[in-house]
């Protein structure tokens, strides 16, 4: 009886110890990254663009597979930003006696679209603990959750006319997105880990629907991100 009661007890003690360290891998936190976008058309020759600031924020779970090796996973709230102008208007007034002139007139477009994203990620660390470098790969699916867009039609470089935003092409309800990062964990005196993390992320899909309403530009559309992530785990 004595036995079996201590061999129970060193087996609870056992599976008590086992929990007690997994939970120690485990940490949650929060991540900011604020970014800049680059776009990529499809014909270039379509129009031009202009950065402007995005913002990232991501609850994270982070799990340490090892000494070396670490998953993550959380919630991410994403805001895209960037500008265009749009040469693909051709108006009476762009005939200049030899032809038309394709850059006289324009439309000036300021594109705002918030996604909410699942991102799944895995860091290697080239130290085991303490104030150690990682690489990061990672890949993001979202949803869109709201959209908005500016655009003017400028006339032959003068006049500027208001366009309905539901006249352009709209964004997509979902995307893909793989990002990498070259980071730096700082451990503090607590159980906290300070993070600063340059990132870069990619739109596998197009932005925009094929939808061509009243230009091309938007067709096969892609983002590049670059981002400085801030953030900081318990």
């Known amino acids: 009886m004595i036995r079996s009661t201590l061999s129970l007890t060193l087996f609870l003690l056992a599976i008590n110890g086992l929990f007690a360290q997994q939970e120690d891998r485990f940490s949650y936190g929060l991540y900011l990254t604020p970014k800049t976008a680059f776009v990529f058309f499809e014909d270039n020759d379509l129009g031009e663009y202009s950065q402007n600031i995005g913002l990232n924020a991501q609850f994270i ?116 997105k793989i990002n990498m990062g070259l980071g730096w964990e700082i451990a503090s005196s607590s159980k906290s880990v300070l993070t600063l993390e340059p990132e870069a992320a990619y739109s596998t899909l197009p932005v925009y629907e094929q939808a061509g309403i009243i230009s091309d530009l938007t067709n096969n559309v892609r983002l590049l991100d670059l981002g400085l992530r801030l953030g900081v785990t318990f």
């Not at 051709?90 to 032809?99: A, I, V």
């Not at 990061?136 to 309905?164: D, P, Q």
């Open 61 to 176: 779970v982070h799990y340490q597979w090892s000494h070396k090796f670490a998953i993550s996973t959380g919630i991410k709230y994403t805001i895209d930003r960037f500008s265009t102008i749009d040469y693909s208007p051709t108006l009476g007034c762009d005939f200049n006696g030899n032809g038309f002139d394709v850059y006289n007139s324009w439309f000036t477009n300021e594109f705002t679209i918030q996604y909410i994203g699942v991102p799944l990620e895995g860091r290697y660390y080239f130290k085991r603990q303490g104030n150690r470098l990682y690489v990061k790969l990672g890949y993001e699916y979202f949803f869109k959750t709201g959209e908005s867009r500016n655009t003017f039609l400028v006339e032959c470089g003068n006049n500027e006319i208001s366009v309905s935003s539901e006249i352009g092409d709209e964004a997509k309800n979902y995307g893909t």
